[in-house]
């Protein structure tokens, strides 16, 4: 079993900066790769991006690619999202999640645990 918790969300103006991060407890947090996805109102939970289990490998869905980053720490069991350029789109609940093994890292269903979001919003 692994929790995870976000944290750092909140309400920046278009072209600010956030960074999310999520902490992991339970089982071996370096086990896990982990994917970041979001949910706007009204739309679908679409991925970000996610790393793999140690941190040499990210990847990113077109629309952050250049203006986020993920990194994580497997000392202090936590992932992090750094978000620059926001945009009012960015604007969304945003969820971190655990699976073992990165392969199709962009498909929610794979993945075993998640957090219960962190809420982003970006004003215009």
């Known amino acids: 079993q692994v929790q995870l918790v976000e944290s750092g969300g909140g309400l920046v103006q278009s072209g600010g900066s956030l960074r999310l991060s999520c902490a992991a407890s339970g089982s071996t947090f370096s086990m896990y790769a982990m994917g970041w996805f979001r949910q706007a109102p009204g739309k679908e939970r679409e991925s970000v991006g996610a790393?793999?289990?140690?941190?040499?490998?990210?990847y990113y869905q077109d629309s952050v690619k250049g203006r986020f980053t993920i990194s994580r720490d497997n000392a202090k069991n936590t992932v992090f999202l750094q978000m620059n350029s926001l945009k009012p789109e960015d604007t969304a609940v945003y969820y971190c999640?655990?699976?073992?093994?990165?392969?199709?890292?962009?498909?929610?269903?794979?993945?075993?645990?998640w957090g219960q979001g962190t809420q982003v919003t970006v004003s215009s």
């Open positions: 999640a655990a699976k073992r093994g990165v392969t199709n890292w962009w498909r929610g269903s794979n993945y075993d645990y």
């Open positions: 790393i793999d289990w140690s941190g040499t490998a990210t």
